[in-house]
């Protein structure tokens, strides 16, 4: 059981590259999420999904752009990256609102 | 808005004490999950609290929720090396439309022999 996968888990852009994080689960859930990571910041989330074609602004959603166009997938595109986008993304998924959300093994993401 | 706040940010204790990790949260909620974090991994379930008074166990970690005082804690009892790591707290807030899962800033524990 594959649970929640990221690709890729490691990426170095430079700024003003374009590139999009793959978040794929097999658990057959509805909510999905992408949080960033960084020190001493906890966990924001930038963008998250409660169902096939639906998606929903974090608290960090700006640069960034997202589509849930089928039910497992969930993308992550950074259109220009920014040094400022330098972080670890971390994707998860829960079968509903109140259900505990399973996390991703993390992309780690440089922008130079 | 929802806020989590966890105290303390960092705790350094030694093996065989006992602690506790405090999470506050600004708005109703009616579901509040605790996870651990080992350095350059992933975020791990530990507890999952639905109700006001609920109280979960396992191994030397106990939490609990108190969702009158918008609170819950993470108790450590007799301390080991292995849970060293970060804790984290994270909140669904109540009512339809708030589907967001909001994460307190974590807590560094470490655990010194």
């Known amino acids: 059981n594959a649970g929640v996968t990221q690709t890729p888990k490691f990426r170095v852009l430079k700024t003003g590259q374009s590139m999009t994080l793959l978040c794929a689960q097999d658990?057959?859930?509805?909510?999905m999420y992408w949080y960033r990571q960084d020190p001493g910041m906890g966990l924001r989330l930038i963008h998250y999904s409660v169902g096939e074609g639906t998606t929903a602004k974090g608290e960090v959603p700006d640069g960034y752009n997202v589509s849930r166009l089928k039910k497992q997938n969930f993308l992550l595109g950074l259109e220009s990256a920014a040094p400022s986008q330098t972080s670890v993304y971390f994707c998860a998924s829960s079968y509903l609102r109140h259900t505990e959300a399973f996390f991703g093994q993390g992309t780690r993401l440089t922008v130079v | 808005e929802l806020k989590v706040e966890q105290n303390p940010l960092f705790l350094s204790m030694q093996e065989g004490k006992n602690y506790t990790i405090y999470c506050n949260y600004s708005?109703?909620?009616?579901?509040l999950y605790w996870y651990r974090q080992d350095p350059g991994k992933s975020l791990e379930s530990l507890f999952v609290l639905l109700s006001n008074g609920a109280v979960k166990q396992e191994g030397r970690l106990m939490a609990s929720l108190d969702t009158k005082a918008r609170l819950s804690t993470l108790h450590i009892t007799a301390a080991v090396h292995d849970l060293s790591a970060t804790y984290f707290c994270?909140?669904?807030?109540?009512?339809?439309?708030?589907?967001?899962?909001?994460f307190g800033t974590g807590t560094r524990l470490t655990i010194i022999p």
């Open positions: 994270a909140v669904v807030g109540a009512g339809f439309g708030n589907e967001k899962l909001t």
């Open positions: 658990m057959n859930h509805e909510y």
């Open positions: 708005t109703t909620s009616d579901r």
